[in-house]
């Protein structure tokens, strides 16, 4: 009869071995756990970009740093709206760096315990272990079973991690962290409609766009003053070549001799001279014109800067920063107020932190669970305490430590 027990027990343990090799060349779990990473590494990438992009636009506003008031007595800054934002986008950044490392490295280890190697070790020591039993080959059997087992925690306990933590995640946290993604959303594009658009008052546009159309004016009129001066001096080098061509057909007496009665040649020598004065001065005029443009087009691209609301340089910047600052105050009452702005980014502050605390039970914890249990594991099975491994080795390297320090 315990004979008979021990067949049966050891076909259930074959047919159970069977079906966890068989199941593991499946990969069915594999795919499963790498959709629910792959959902969640999305969602950690867009609330980063999210994060980042609320640091670069709440730095522009916030370097604006001036302040204004409303009735009587009250003093309000931009800056102090966004401070407290920013501070918490720098933890908010931190925690979807470390959340992101811990489901990239999900994923390689879901791949690992996939291939086709670790099935192929799975599959011997489960053929090993089932032998051992149908074999009653009792002094390998402890050893056979220890190590199917161990194969299996390893192969389908972090797949089980990451599904269980994706079902998790569908059941209670998804829609919530959907909602809060999209509140950061609106949070940043408050923040860059406020820090991106140019704030000019009118009459300081007024007189830029005055300004601009009088240089234009001026640029074009050099610009055809530069034309005509180009082709009067190719004219002028055809007429110095055809004079040089004649002051050939004479010779250097014909043209020096103060003696000589050739009339034509003197005549055509002081021509040339006339016409080679005559060019220098051209080019000269040019080369002024030439400078004027591009001195016109420089007040030009300093002027559609300050249009456009863009730093023009420390100078520039305060030649029309009290002009500017009425525009401001205008600007962000048109956009939104004061106390309006204060609690949008209250509001975002704590959709971060619900999306921090999503992300850190999704893929911070739940790893530190799951390494916890593989130590647990190790312990029972193979006798292996992981705490007293590492404390016994950072013991050995204090030792070493002070005794190098002695022997300094």
Do not use: C, H
Not at 46 to 69: D, K, P, Q, W, Y
Not at 198 to 227: F, H, T, Y
């Amino acid at each position: 009869m315990i004979e008979d027990n021990t067949k049966f027990y050891s076909k259930v343990f074959a047919l159970a071995v069977a079906l966890v090799i068989g199941l593991s060349w499946t990969n069915a779990l594999d795919y499963l756990a790498i959709s629910y990473v792959d959902d969640a590494l999305v969602d950690a990438g867009v609330a980063f970009a999210i994060g980042r992009g609320i640091n670069a636009a709440g730095s522009v506003l916030e370097s604006l740093s001036f302040s204004f008031s409303f009735g009587v007595g009250g003093e309000l800054s931009p800056g102090e709206a966004i401070s407290p934002l920013l501070d918490m986008v720098e933890d908010f950044s931190t925690v979807m760096k470390f959340a992101i490392g811990s489901l990239v490295l999900q994923k390689l280890l879901v791949e690992i315990v996939g291939t086709t190697l670790f099935n192929i070790l799975l599959t011997i020591s489960g053929g090993v272990a089932v032998a051992s039993f149908l074999l009653n080959a009792a002094k390998y059997q402890l050893i056979a079973m220890k190590t199917f087992v161990t194969l299996v925690v390893i192969r389908f306990l972090v797949v089980l991690m990451a599904v269980l933590s994706g079902i998790a995640s569908q059941l209670f946290l998804d829609e919530r962290l959907e909602q809060d993604l999209n509140a950061l959303r609106q949070a940043e594009a408050s923040v860059e409609s406020i820090s991106s658009e140019p704030v000019i008052s009118d009459g300081v546009r007024q007189k830029l766009e005055a300004e601009v159309s009088v240089i234009q004016s001026e640029k074009d009129s050099l610009a055809s003053n530069s034309n005509d001066l180009k082709q009067q001096l190719a004219s002028k080098k055809d007429e110095i070549v055809l004079l040089e061509q004649e002051m050939e057909q004479y010779s250097v007496t014909d043209t020096y001799n103060p003696f000589t009665s050739n009339e034509d040649a003197k005549e055509t020598k002081s021509e040339l001279t006339e016409a080679e004065s005559e060019l220098s001065r051209m080019e000269d005029k040019l080369e002024i014109v030439e400078d004027n443009i591009e001195e016109a087009n420089e007040q030009l691209d300093i002027l559609n800067k300050r249009l456009r609301g863009e730093s023009t340089g420390f100078m520039g910047g305060v030649s029309d920063s009290i002009s500017n600052i009425g525009g401001k105050i205008s600007g962000m009452a048109d956009k939104m107020s004061y106390e309006n702005l204060k609690n949008s980014m209250s509001d975002a502050i704590d959709s971060m932190l619900r999306a921090m605390v999503a992300f850190i039970l999704r893929s911070i914890l739940l790893p530190l669970a799951f390494l916890y249990l593989v130590s647990k594991f190790f312990k029972v099975v193979w006798g292996i305490d992981f705490s007293e491994k590492l404390k016994e080795t950072r013991g050995k390297s204090n030792n070493n430590l002070k005794a190098q320090e002695s022997e300094l």
